[in-house]
């Protein structure tokens, strides 16, 4: 399988704080790579510097085979991010936000893609709607919307399903799932739901204070731990003095 | 009535204040701006009662002529801040969108949102007060062009600031053209300043806008240099501002300035 996002060796520092230090992984095309770790890990940068928006302080990044530093629109073309911390303007109805989206990311059928995409997400009825004026399950589904409306192979997804009820949770996670075999499309995952991490990714990495401190597979890295499930390999590991092993 | 919970709310107010420069700031100027262009203005009338044959027409032409560089300046920082407000702002630059798209797409945007503004002002002051600033002639179109230049640059190097900074800059936003307005000349001639005062009002080209539309409508002539110097003070400003503002776009990926402000 191909690697469509390459991580080399990057760190990032503030001033003389180091946020990510050091680190490497690949996900593959067609792949859900989980990134688990406690507040402050390094994850949110992790993702800030996939998506342009942090420089690394050294290392390099890979998406697709091109690299970030030198054809940044060409990647950013590509890519596409989700999180409950940022969020589509409040005034524009939900058509309107898509329409937008979709003429910034060059996206040419935008009426054949929005229908496509509301029908897959079931918001056709709110296209009509203030975006401002949804609940939090259908705000996340408009994310969501958004976040496809280019049609990414790469998609970065940061607690993507926080602050969902279990039902619009379950269907978010369905979906990716659906969508990730379909489009063989490659996801990387920050989330702190270990039993969502262990349904939707096939490999995760573990980080604690700027460093990946343990990976693989769920059920093996239950079983290296000796626990029954990944949120207690994540307590494991987030409470021990880096004996990481 | 509980003397803690008021100190409490007290403090909550006074540690955003004591953190943030730009809000201490902004405590400070609006007051001294204030004092500053009314101070001036008042002394003009005061000493030069005789100098406008026309009073309300050149100091209504002014008005339009300040309120159209005031809005939009302000109206492209509005259209920043907007996509801060309402935490957009990181979907805006994950998108695919070179530096120079979004400046431009901005400077567009902000020229609809100030001639809607405009359009009635200028219909309104022919009945309401016998005035109309086409007055000025063809020499209007470069007038306002020259404050059109200006007051993106002033939005630029304020949006440069909140890439920078963050949205703790935004009072500086609010206040920008109220710095300048008292050197911009806008109600009274250059000389009216103290010296020091001219010489940083010289190297702004509000002052030449200002003084030639002031010669246009008292004097009927036309001094070419006046606005030619205006528009390389304006081109000069205006390349020092788009630098800015990739500098400041290349800090805020090393600050992580980007990535904070939609949250």
Redesign the interface.
């Known amino acids: 399988m191909k690697n469509l996002i390459e991580v080399k060796n990057i760190k990032k520092n503030y001033g003389k704080k180091e946020a990510v230090r050091g680190i490497s992984f690949n996900v593959q095309e067609n792949e859900i790579l989980g990134l688990l770790g406690p507040n402050g890990s390094g994850k949110t940068t992790t993702i800030g510097m996939l998506l342009g928006l942090l420089k690394p302080t050294s290392g390099q990044i890979f998406i697709d085979n091109l690299k970030l530093e030198n054809h940044r629109i060409e990647i950013l073309e590509m890519i596409n991010f989700i999180s409950p911390y940022i969020e589509l303007p409040k005034k524009l109805t939900v058509k309107q936000n898509l329409n937008v989206y979709a003429k910034l990311y060059k996206v040419q059928n935008i009426e054949e893609r929005i229908e496509y995409l509301s029908e897959k997400l079931r918001i056709e009825e709110l296209l009509d709607s203030i975006t401002g004026e949804l609940s939090s399950g259908q705000k996340n589904r408009v994310s969501l919307a958004k976040a496809l409306i280019n049609e990414p192979r790469v998609l970065l997804l940061d607690e993507p399903t926080a602050s969902l009820d279990p039902e619009v949770g379950d269907f978010v996670r369905t979906f990716l799932e659906e969508y990730k075999k379909e489009k063989k499309i490659s996801i990387l995952l920050a989330s702190h739901n270990m039993s969502e991490v262990t349904r939707l990714c096939k490999s995760v990495l573990m980080m604690k204070n700027g460093e990946i401190i343990d990976q693989g597979k769920p059920d093996d890295l239950i079983t290296k731990h000796g626990r029954s499930n990944l949120e207690e390999v994540f307590l494991k590991l987030s409470r021990s003095k880096n004996e990481f092993n | 009535m509980s003397l803690t919970r008021i100190y409490g709310l007290f403090l909550r107010h006074f540690y955003l204040i004591t953190r943030s420069f730009p809000r201490v700031l902004d405590l400070v100027y609006w007051p001294t701006i204030q004092i500053t262009l009314w101070g001036f203005i008042s002394n003009f009338f005061a000493t030069h009662t005789t100098y406008y044959n026309n009073a309300v027409g050149v100091i209504l032409t002014c008005a339009i002529l300040y309120d159209f560089l005031f809005r939009t300046s302000i109206g492209f920082n509005m259209l920043f801040l907007?996509?801060i407000w309402?935490?957009?702002?990181?979907?805006?630059?994950?998108?695919?969108?070179?530096i120079g798209e979004i400046l431009t797409s901005l400077v567009i945007t902000a020229l609809i949102r100030s001639l809607i503004g405009l359009v009635p002002a200028v219909l309104l002051t022919s009945p309401l007060f016998g005035i109309s600033i086409l007055e000025l002639g063809i020499f209007l179109f470069f007038l306002f062009l020259s404050l059109y230049i200006f007051g993106i640059t002033l939005g630029i190097l304020v949006s440069s600031g909140l890439l920078r900074f963050g949205p703790s800059f935004e009072n500086i936003a609010w206040s920008t053209m109220f710095l300048l307005a008292p050197f911009g000349c806008i109600y009274y001639p250059i000389e009216t300043l103290p010296e020091v005062f001219q010489k940083i009002a010289y190297i702004l080209p509000l002052v030449y806008i200002f003084e030639e539309a002031r010669n246009i409508l008292i004097n009927q002539t036309v001094d070419i240099e006046n606005i030619y110097n205006a528009f390389i003070w304006n081109a000069l400003y205006f390349t020092l501002s788009i630098i800015l503002f990739y500098y400041s776009f290349?800090a805020a990926?090393?600050?992580?300035t980007?990535?904070n402000m939609?949250?």
């Open positions: 907007e996509e309402s935490r957009n702002f990181t979907n805006l630059f994950i998108a695919p969108m070179k290349n990926k090393n600050r992580g980007l990535i939609g949250e």
